[in-house]
């Protein structure tokens, strides 16, 4: 119903930087808004990011004034520049996006399958 394409990840030093993007297709009639999770060994997903399909951005704390999240609503896409990187935002980044689809009366979360992001000397 719905496909991600999730690119960027991979290994950096701190204080280096790192862009995600994410592609969703499928039978999408409208996406109200696109975002990032993360999710590190022993620890529940957390929220990163997210923006709206009007542009309204919201941040974890832990990122904020690191990290800036874009959208293309006419593509699909989603983008997260991650900039002074940290050893803490080590995870598996994981794509979101509430989706209404085609000939649906309700809208549903859908998730990519991860992007690695690893941060160290």
């Known amino acids: 119903q719905v496909q991600f394409v999730e690119s960027g990840g991979g290994l950096v030093q701190p204080g280096g930087s790192l862009r995600l993007s994410c592609a969703a297709s499928?039978?999408?009639?409208?996406?109200?808004?696109m975002g990032w999770y993360r999710q590190a060994p022993g620890k529940e997903r957390e929220l990163v990011a997210v923006?709206?399909?009007?542009?309204?951005?919201s941040y974890a704390g832990s990122v904020k004034g690191r990290f800036t999240i874009s959208g293309d609503n006419a593509n699909n896409t989603v983008n997260l520049q991650m900039n002074s990187l940290k050893p803490e935002d080590t995870a598996l980044y994981y794509c979101n996006a509430k989706v209404l689809l085609w000939n649906y009366d309700v809208s549903s979360i859908y998730w990519g399958q991860g992007t690695q992001v690893t941060v160290s000397p």
């Open positions: 923006i709206s399909n009007r542009g309204r951005t």
């Open positions: 499928g039978s999408i009639f409208k996406i109200y808004d």
